[in-house]
């Protein structure tokens, strides 16, 4: 049978089982790689920052009270380590707009939604960018804001849990979304 | 509810209210069309950002697995160890240094200006920065030297004649 990721994760703390914290990378580094890619905007600091999340999870797992479920405990390192690193680096908003080769989701987002032979009917275009100018101005949220969106948008959480990731009342919770869906309404129906 | 839910239109589009919360706004945004507009503001937010989630370009995850593996590795290997062979001569140096230090501000013991009767451990404190005695099997076979004509006659010779 297989175990739980709360059992895996008691595993590496009691034991430094390496095979236990494996297969918990298996099974998450997927939605972490995600998540973090969500928030910075970056695919190489996703990749390094997922990377040191799984570390501490390995340092700490005997921290680990199994109170809650794993996957917030994660979730909760994973977040911080990215607003984190947000806090230090200023530039992501820049680097968010820069249309640079390769790795942003502004580049994603622009291939998205550029029309393709089939995409004749008007509507659909003009639904398509929105959907991409609705992530690009995610990008101009506070750390807080976007991380409450992108955990419940991405990750489904809901805002109950994403208190417990933030580390904030749900009442905080759910001014951050609010705030922060009105600040995308606002810049959608501006621009 | 006479004020505006505007925090709660969110959980109540999620259903994530409870009961009597959910019937509350529900009745509120019969009665108001401000956030009946804000609520449906909100959902084409949500329905945008859903629909639009951009897929970040995928890494290959083994060598992401073999580069964690390795980092934990790194993470976990001692960072100073008395053990470590490279680390073993600035150990020993240091250990010197702070011991010589230690002896040569006692007081009482400090040298002589003429530099004669030094503690024998001051000696080698001192003698521990000659270039001579880097060459350790050198100074082991000084007596040897010495039996060279040419070393007893050294004082002799002139730094013209040296050349």
Redo the contacts between chains.
């Keep these: 049978m297989e175990l739980s990721d709360e059992a895996l994760c008691q595993r590496v703390g009691a034991q430094r089982d390496e095979d236990a914290f494996e297969r918990l990378v298996e099974r998450h580094q997927s939605r972490a790689y995600r998540l973090a890619w969500s928030i910075l905007g970056d695919a190489d600091e996703a990749k390094d920052l997922s990377q040191e999340a799984f570390l501490r999870v390995f340092e700490r797992a005997s921290s680990f009270d199994g109170r809650s479920k794993f996957s917030t405990w994660f979730h909760r390192i994973l977040v911080n380590l990215c607003l984190d690193h947000r806090r230090r680096r200023q530039s992501w908003l820049r680097r968010w707009l820069s249309a640079e080769a390769g790795a942003s989701p502004d580049d994603v987002l622009e291939r998205q939604a550029a029309p393709s032979d089939d995409d004749d009917p008007p509507a659909r275009v003009e639904r398509k960018q929105l959907m991409a100018k609705a992530w690009q101005a995610l990008g101009r949220l506070s750390p807080q804001q976007r991380a409450a969106l992108v955990l419940q948008v991405e990750e489904g959480l809901s805002a109950k849990e994403i208190a417990g990731v933030l580390d904030c009342s749900e009442a905080t919770v759910r001014v951050h979304l609010h705030r922060g869906v009105s600040a995308l309404r606002k810049i959608l129906t501006e621009e | 509810m006479t004020r505006h839910p505007?925090?709660?239109?969110?959980?109540y589009l999620?259903g994530?209210l409870r009961a009597e919360e959910q019937e509350a706004v529900s009745r509120h945004l019969q009665e108001c069309a401000t956030c009946r507009l804000s609520l449906e503001?909100?959902r084409?937010?949500?329905e945008?950002?859903?629909?639009?989630?951009?897929?970040?370009?995928e890494?290959d995850?083994r060598r992401?697995?073999a580069?964690?593996r390795s980092?934990?590795a790194e993470?976990s290997a001692p960072r100073w160890s008395w053990t470590a062979p490279r680390l073993l001569p600035i150990a020993a140096t240091a250990a010197v240094a702070a011991l010589a230090l230690v002896l040569v501000l006692r007081p009482g013991t400090a040298p002589s200006p003429s530099g004669e009767d030094l503690p024998p451990f001051q000696e080698v404190v001192i003698g521990s920065h000659l270039d001579l005695l880097r060459d350790y099997s050198v100074v082991e076979n000084l007596d040897l030297l010495e039996d060279l004509d040419v070393v007893q006659d050294l004082d002799a010779l002139s730094p013209s004649s040296a050349g």
């Excluded at chain 2, 505007?6 to 959980?11: A, D, K, M, Q, S």
């Design positions: 505007e925090t709660e239109l969110v959980p999620r994530e503001e909100t084409r937010v949500f945008a950002l859903r629909a639009g989630r951009p897929s970040p370009p890494p995850w992401y697995r580069e964690l980092k934990l993470r």
